[in-house]
């Protein structure tokens, strides 16, 4: 061995022995990281060609992160706008959130910024934090998968939501604006006489309202609940209709976790599995004690993970996703192989009902991973109030530019109690942290970890978290027209 190679030999030894005992978390920053783009793409919808925005990962649209892989992540804006991506229900530190100028700016096009940071496990996922984008579909999946989803012995399919208009989300936001979305009013949903002059629920189930604490829920006149402010051109699963659904192929007798995500505008979905039961394991990446039934609803922003056990016999099962309030739907077909596919029409034969005004779902959902018991340090009403004409929505009385931030110390435990005095039902969505649901109208609970709750017209639902890192955090509505038009605070924690 001449000196040279023996030199060479030496130095890589070290560097092996050195490498030996480096932390892991060192050692995984020499892992590349994942490549992620912000891109225009081409749709086939109903046969017309729609240009979209999209987030391409390594494998097509979104990221899989496998147990135990950290968020590296290197995101380039391949639009010719800029962009900034936000990482919905996961913790980054705040610099890495995503929300424009909050800390960071937009990247600008051709632009590329680096993430890394350790992510939860469950079922997640990215967009734009810039509404009009979103509403254009510049959002992906982000499935982070756990050791027992590695071990467990059964097939993942992911179901991703939105709803689709032809026209720019500019023109949109001006049809909703001026009145002329469309979209229907529950005024006669379901055989609720909603606008009766004994109260605009009069005749629904009122037993998970019995201690609602305030006098108005009975005295709404004859306004109506508002479901839907647009009607959209097409509802969409995995980026397809019904017309020409993705089928996924399956075994017969196999078990399915079934992860959906409403990534939609300004929809919310029942999730109708049919013929083959289901069970929710999750919602918002966080385990439940399961749930059985083969109808449940999320809302935008949400996440279901659901599992379910097809039955051993060769079939197709369709997984349909019902727009509320109306009889349009979307979905995807599970199908064994040589299975007859037959045709779903997009049209359902009747309305689909209103989501969870009662919260009766959202009463069923226990927590398996608490919060700890602790004192309350800080508690806020938070308001939630606007309406259709003129088309304004509100935090606190006020739009976001004239916000009052709700503060907080790091390491607090905060109550946030959301008040919906509007006719329309709000997913809150709150960056940075988890919280768990502990008072549903007035009824204590220890409900479902989330980091977005639905809360429907004349309710008040509070949740518990403790205040995490000192920044300014987003809290919004997850109804992008509600969002665009203002209903947006921070949640600003001090050190």
């Given at each position: 061995m001449n000196t040279l190679s023996r030199r060479g030999f030496l130095a890589a030894s070290a560097a092996a022995l050195a490498a030996a005992h480096l932390p892991r978390a060192v050692m995984a920053q020499?892992?590349?990281?994942?490549?992620?783009?912000?891109?225009?793409?081409?749709?086939?919808?109903?046969?017309?060609?729609?240009?979209?925005?999209?987030?391409?990962?390594?494998?097509?649209?979104g990221l899989i992160l496998?147990?135990?892989?950290?968020?590296?992540?290197?995101?380039?804006?391949?639009?010719?706008?800029?962009?900034?991506?936000?990482?919905?229900?996961?913790?980054?530190?705040?610099?890495?959130?995503?929300?424009?100028?909050?800390?960071?700016?937009?990247l600008k096009p051709g632009e590329t910024r680096s993430y890394d940071f350790a992510p939860l496990a469950g079922t997640y996922w990215m967009h734009s934090h810039v509404p009009i984008q979103e509403m254009n579909l510049l959002a992906a999946p982000l499935i982070v998968r756990s050791a027992e989803d590695a071990a467990a012995d059964r097939q993942e399919v992911t179901l991703f939501l939105h709803d689709f208009a032809f026209k720019t989300p500019e023109e949109v936001m001006a049809e909703i604006s001026d009145g002329h979305g469309g979209g229907h009013d529950a005024s006669s949903m379901h055989g609720m006489p909603m606008g009766?002059?004994?109260?605009?629920?009069?005749?629904?189930?009122?037993g998970a309202m019995g201690n609602m604490p305030m006098g108005g829920?009975?005295?709404?006149?004859?306004?109506?609940?508002?479901?839907?402010?647009?009607?959209?051109?097409?509802?969409?699963a995995n980026d397809r209709t019904l017309s020409d659904p993705e089928v996924v192929r399956v075994e017969r007798g196999g078990r399915i976790r079934l992860r959906v995500i409403n990534a939609a505008a300004a929809t919310v979905f029942w999730i109708d599995t049919g013929a083959a039961p289901a069970r929710v394991i999750a919602v918002d990446g966080h385990n439940v004690r399961p749930?059985?039934?083969?109808?449940?609803?999320?809302?935008?922003?949400?996440?279901?993970?659901?599992?379910?056990?097809?039955?051993?016999?060769a079939g197709a099962w369709p997984i349909l996703a019902l727009r509320e309030g109306a009889r349009e739907r979307t979905g995807i077909i599970l199908a064994t192989s040589g299975a007859e596919v037959a045709r779903v029409p997009e049209l359902a034969d009747?309305?689909?009902?209103?989501?969870?005004?009662?919260?009766?779902?959202?009463?069923?959902?226990?927590?398996?991973?608490?919060?700890?018991?602790?004192?309350?340090?800080?508690?806020?009403?938070?308001?939630?109030?606007?309406?259709?004409?003129?088309?304004?929505?509100?935090?606190?009385?006020?739009?976001?530019?004239?916000?009052?931030?709700?503060k907080a110390k790091a390491g607090?435990?905060?109550?946030?109690?959301?008040?919906?005095?509007?006719?329309?039902?709000?997913?809150?969505?709150?960056?940075?942290?988890?919280?768990?649901?502990?008072?549903?109208?007035?009824?204590?609970?220890?409900?479902?970890?989330?980091?977005?709750?639905?809360?429907?017209?004349?309710?008040?639902?509070?949740?518990?978290?403790d205040a995490g890192e000192a920044a300014r955090w987003m809290l919004h509505c997850h109804h992008m027209p509600h969002l665009e038009t203002g209903m947006m605070t921070e949640f600003a924690i001090s050190a």
């Amino acid at each position: 061995m001449n000196t040279l190679s023996r030199r060479g030999f030496l130095a890589a030894s070290a560097a092996a022995l050195a490498a030996a005992h480096l932390p892991r978390a060192v050692m995984a920053q020499a892992v590349a990281p994942l490549g992620l783009s912000a891109e225009a793409r081409t749709l086939d919808i109903n046969g017309r060609a729609a240009t979209v925005f999209g987030l391409a990962g390594p494998k097509g649209q979104g990221l899989i992160l496998d147990a135990g892989q950290r968020f590296q992540v290197d995101l380039t804006n391949n639009l010719d706008v800029g962009t900034i991506i936000h990482w919905h229900g996961q913790i980054p530190p705040n610099a890495q959130d995503g929300v424009p100028d909050m800390p960071m700016p937009m990247l600008k096009p051709g632009e590329t910024r680096s993430y890394d940071f350790a992510p939860l496990a469950g079922t997640y996922w990215m967009h734009s934090h810039v509404p009009i984008q979103e509403m254009n579909l510049l959002a992906a999946p982000l499935i982070v998968r756990s050791a027992e989803d590695a071990a467990a012995d059964r097939q993942e399919v992911t179901l991703f939501l939105h709803d689709f208009a032809f026209k720019t989300p500019e023109e949109v936001m001006a049809e909703i604006s001026d009145g002329h979305g469309g979209g229907h009013d529950a005024s006669s949903m379901h055989g609720m006489p909603m606008g009766g002059g004994t109260g605009a629920m009069r005749g629904m189930d009122h037993g998970a309202m019995g201690n609602m604490p305030m006098g108005g829920m009975m005295d709404m006149g004859d306004m109506a609940m508002d479901l839907n402010d647009y009607d959209w051109d097409a509802y969409l699963a995995n980026d397809r209709t019904l017309s020409d659904p993705e089928v996924v192929r399956v075994e017969r007798g196999g078990r399915i976790r079934l992860r959906v995500i409403n990534a939609a505008a300004a929809t919310v979905f029942w999730i109708d599995t049919g013929a083959a039961p289901a069970r929710v394991i999750a919602v918002d990446g966080h385990n439940v004690r399961p749930v059985a039934g083969s109808r449940f609803g999320v809302a935008m922003g949400q996440r279901l993970d659901l599992e379910l056990d097809l039955p051993n016999e060769a079939g197709a099962w369709p997984i349909l996703a019902l727009r509320e309030g109306a009889r349009e739907r979307t979905g995807i077909i599970l199908a064994t192989s040589g299975a007859e596919v037959a045709r779903v029409p997009e049209l359902a034969d009747q309305d689909a009902p209103a989501f969870d005004v009662d919260l009766s779902q959202e009463l069923s959902f226990e927590a398996l991973d608490n919060l700890p018991d602790r004192p309350v340090d800080r508690s806020q009403m938070v308001m939630l109030g606007g309406m259709m004409q003129p088309y304004v929505w509100t935090i606190d009385g006020a739009v976001w530019g004239q916000h009052r931030p709700i503060k907080a110390k790091a390491g607090e435990r905060v109550l946030l109690g959301f008040h919906n005095m509007s006719m329309m039902g709000h997913p809150m969505h709150l960056h940075g942290h988890v919280f768990q649901v502990v008072d549903i109208n007035g009824r204590k609970v220890k409900g479902a970890r989330r980091d977005t709750v639905y809360v429907p017209p004349m309710s008040m639902v509070t949740v518990a978290l403790d205040a995490g890192e000192a920044a300014r955090w987003m809290l919004h509505c997850h109804h992008m027209p509600h969002l665009e038009t203002g209903m947006m605070t921070e949640f600003a924690i001090s050190a």
